[in-house]
Antibody
Framework: QVLLVQSGAEVKRPGSSVKVSCKAS????????ITWVRQAPGQGLEWMGG????????NYAQKFQGRVTITADKSTNTAYMDLTSLRSEDTAIYYC?????????????????WGQGTLVTVSS | DIQMTQSPSSLSASIGDTVTITCRAS??????LNWYQHKPGKAPKVLIY???TLEGGVPSRFSGSGSGTDFTLTISSLQPEDFATYYC?????????FGPGTKVDIK
């Protein structure tokens, strides 16, 4: 059984940065992607970006380009999401999830295991 | 980026009803479409991947169809635990996107 455990809630000042971790267990970390999704209060799910650890390749939603960095440490099976220049609109629950990638010959990139979510509050 | 739309944005239904939610992509995404159920305070849960394949452990009252730009999620015989928000998500381009969600509540 794959388990993703995220770091705890954070309160940050506007203009600062936050780094959220996501530790995986019970599966082959490097064989799948890890993706990050957030949900602001009263809003829907928003894909931020992802990484494929065995390729050490990441990609990001255009909206977050230049502000977000996603990394992975294969030695500890942990992925990280670093968001800089925080503003109040970044207050949200941040989720990591496993990107399953491909099922046989089709690659729908569904997110089949999720972390418990990390609340990040940006407030002065 | 590929834009995803969903309709309706919300609906009210009764236990036992059949509910249909539509998702449309701004360009063809083949069958690279996934559906999620999200309840407050919990992580989202994948229901259907690749447009029509039921995720393991998901009840068979959930079904998905479509390809190209138009997709449908159907919930047959709605159960109390199905009241939630449902999202579609495209996995076609390297920049994944979710639809805005459809909230299903009790009539």
């Amino acid at each position: 059984q794959v388990l993703l455990v995220q770091s705890g809630a954070e309160v940050k000042r506007p203009g600062s940065s936050v780094k959220v971790s996501c530790k995986a267990s019970g599966g082959t970390f490097s064989s799948y992607g890890i993706t990050w999704v957030r949900q602001a209060p009263g809003q829907g799910l928003e894909w931020m970006g992802g990484i494929v650890p065995f390729l050490d390749a990441s990609n990001y939603a255009q909206k977050f380009q230049g502000r977000v960095t996603i990394t992975a440490d294969k030695s500890t099976n942990t992925a990280y999401m670093d968001l800089t220049s925080l503003r109040s609109e970044d207050t949200a629950i941040y989720y990591c999830a496993r990107d399953h990638g491909c099922h046989g010959g089709s690659c729908p990139h569904d997110f089949d295991y999720w972390g418990q979510g990390t609340l990040v509050t940006v407030s002065s | 980026d590929i834009q995803m739309t969903q309709s309706p944005s919300s609906l009210s239904a009764s236990i036992g009803d059949t509910v249909t939610i539509t998702c449309r992509a701004s360009q063809s995404i083949s069958s690279h479409l996934n559906w999620y159920q999200h309840k407050p305070g919990k992580a989202p849960k994948v229901l259907i991947y690749a447009a029509s394949t039921l995720e393991g452990g998901v009840p068979s009252r959930f079904s998905g169809s479509g390809s190209g730009t138009d997709f449908t999620l159907t919930i047959s015989s709605l159960q109390p635990e199905d009241f939630a928000t449902y999202y579609c998500q495209q996995g076609y381009s390297s920049s994944f996107t979710f639809g805005p969600g459809t909230k299903v509540d009790i009539k």
